[in-house]
């Protein structure tokens, strides 16, 4: 059985960074495409990053790109998130998603959907005070 488990939230200050972690368990990230979304309360799922291993390619969203990054670490078997510069619109709950992660990119902006995701973690909490 497929586990993704996300850790690495909490509360910060504005400027202020985090790192998210998604490991997982029944499952190895080698080779496979994986996401990161989160979800503001009353908003839309955004997808933020995505890496997809194989090629070790990596994706961002407009709004955190130049301040977060996605990396995979084979030997834990765990997809970090590093985010910098945190704001207050960071403040969502943040989730991981593996296989069938689909991006899509028009020049330099990308839109990363996990609508087709197979396996989901059940989040982490990240607020953003200033």
């Known amino acids: 059985q497929v586990h993704l488990v996300e850790s690495g939230g909490g509360s910060v200050q504005a400027g202020e960074s985090l790192r998210l972690s998604c490991a997982a368990s029944?499952?190895?990230?080698?080779?496979?495409?994986v996401g990161w979304f989160r979800q503001a309360p009353g908003k839309e799922r955004e997808g933020i990053a995505a890496?997809?291993?194989?090629?070790?390619?990596?994706y961002y969203a407009d709004s955190v790109k130049g301040r977060s990054a996605i990396s995979l670490d084979v030997a834990e078997n765990t997809v970090y998130l590093q985010m910098n510069s945190l704001n207050v619109e960071d403040t969502a709950t943040y989730y991981c998603?593996?296989?069938?992660?689909?991006?899509?990119?028009?020049?330099?902006?990308?839109?990363?959907?996990?609508?087709?995701?197979?396996?989901w973690g059940q989040g982490t909490q990240v607020t953003v005070s200033s």
């Open positions: 998603a593996a296989e069938d992660v689909a991006t899509t990119c028009r020049g330099a902006r990308c839109i990363i959907n996990g609508t087709f995701a197979r396996y």
């Open positions: 029944g499952y190895t990230f080698y080779k496979k495409s």
């Open positions: 890496i997809y291993t194989y090629g070790n390619s990596t």
